[in-house]
C-alpha cells in the first residue's frame, strides 16, 4: 500500500512517494484459468498517470493522483515475453491511461520476439501512429485492439475540451489500423460544454463516414468532473461529489440523449457498430469478438 498524505478538504488524494509506484506486476498466487474469459488474459501497465494530461473532461487530468511515470521503452516488450513463459498466458491488456508513444515504439521493434503474442490498450491519436510502419509492426507485434478516445467529430469541440488531436489525423489512423488488421474500440462524449447540434451532427457525420474502420463503440454523455477548469463554482455541491452537471437544469445532457436516440442509433451504419459491441464485458473482452490468430498453446 502507497503511503497517502492527509486529505484536505475538496483536494485530490497525492502519493508521498511516486517510487513506491511499481510498475512491476507481482501475481504471486494468481490462478490465470480461474476467471471468466475465454483465455486468461493478464492486466499490466506501461505507465501510470497520463503522459497528456490536459483534457479538461477526464478527472485524471482535473484531479490527478499522482505524476506520470513510465517503463523505459525497452523494458516493456521485454516484461511481457517474462510474464508470458512464467504464467503460460499470451494475452495481455495494457490498462495505461494511454500507452506512451515511447512503449509503442518499442513494442514495434520488438515485434518479431512478440508476434506469438497477443494484446490491446487505450492509445491517443497521436500523429506518430503514422510515422512509417508504426502501426504495421504493432499488428505484428501482436496488437489485436486499441482503444481510442475521439471524443467528438468536431474540431473546435476537441480544440475546446484541450485533447490535442486533429479530426484529420484520427481519420487517418483508423484507416491505417484497418488496412492492418488491428480493431478499434472508439469512445464518443455528448453534451460537453459549447457543443452545439451542428458540432453533434460533425461527430455523427464522422462516424458514418468511418463506420467500415470503426469495430466498436462507447457512446456516453459528459459527466464533468468537480475540479475541471469548464466547470464554474462548486461551493454549492458536496465535497464528495466527484462530478458535476453540466448545466443547472441539466438541459444540455438531455439534449445529448436525444441527439443519442434520435440521430446517432437512428444511423443504420452506426446502430450496426453498437449491436456488436460487447453489452456486458465491452472493451475488456472486445478483441475475443473479432477474428484472431490462435492463440498458441504451451
Known sequence: MCDLFE????????????????????????????????????PISASRGCYWAHCLFCPEAASPTHPFRSFSGQALPQLLLELAERWKVRHFHLTDDAIPPAALQAMAVQAEQLQDLSWHGFVRFEPALLQGDLIDRLALGGCRLLQLGLESGSQAVLDRLRKGTRVATASAILRKLRQAGIATYVYVLLGTPGETREDARLTRDFLESHADCIDFLNLAIMNMPRHSALAGATENIPPLDLYLPVDENATVRRAARRFLQQELLASPAIKAIVNRTPPLFTSNHAFFFRPQPPFHRF
Do not use: R, T
Not at 9 to 18: F, K, R, T, W
Not at 28 to 34: E, K, Q, S, T, V
Open 7 to 42: 486529505n484536505p478538504a475538496g483536494q485530490p488524494y497525492v502519493v508521498s512517494n511516486p517510487a513506491q509506484l511499481a510498475l512491476a506486476p507481482d501475481f504471486d498466487g494468481l490462478d490465470p484459468a480461474g476467471y471468466m474469459s475465454p483465455h486468461p488474459v493478464l
